[in-house]
């Protein structure tokens, strides 16, 4: 057993998992702070914290993309998602779909190639978006989306989903 220096509550059951350089990380976001922390699963050490534009709830990735997508639904800047390039462990782009909106959990296709984004309004929406570019695919009318989990990639253990 290991304590872990985390800045705040984490949220595990959002955190990913990756590989980079021959290590292991795992990724968590602080359900206060507003952050996600890296830890390199070899040495328990914190190797990174980002900062987010407030507190969010999920986090997710897929082994095909370079990316994370972190939300800040639980902040004022709910309408925004923070993608984060796990090469570098640093932020890639910011993205809002949906201005005003609350727009969280990210899932991935079974073949990572789509976001699958939710608006949590009612009326929402379900938002594809492209994995790789960021640009909107369609937009699918739903009642306040959430908890569309991607049953392949939890039972394959996806390196970018919670297990």
């Not at 914190?46 to 407030?54: D, E, R, T």
């Not at 379900?126 to 009318?141: G, K, M």
């Amino acid at each position: 057993m290991r304590d872990l220096a985390l800045g705040g509550m984490p949220h595990l059951g959002s955190g990913i998992t990756f590989e980079r350089g021959g290590h292991r990380y795992m990724a968590t976001p602080n359900l206060k702070g507003g952050q996600v922390t890296f830890v390199d699963m070899d040495s328990w050490q914190v190797v990174k914290n980002i900062n987010l534009p407030g507190p969010g709830f999920f986090l997710r990735s897929h082994e095909n993309t370079p990316y994370a997508w972190a939300d800040s639904m639980m902040s004022a800047h709910k309408d925004m998602l923070t993608i984060i390039d796990k090469r570098t462990m640093s932020v890639a782009r910011q993205l809002v779909l949906r201005p005003g909106l609350t727009t969280a959990h990210v899932e991935f296709t079974r073949d990572g190639r789509y976001a699958l984004v939710s608006v949590m309004q009612n009326p929402g929406e379900l938002i594809v978006v492209d994995a790789q570019t960021f640009a909107e695919v369609a937009a699918l009318p739903m009642m306040k989306p959430i908890g569309k989990y991607n049953v392949f990639n939890k039972v394959n253990r996806s390196e970018g989903t919670s297990h």
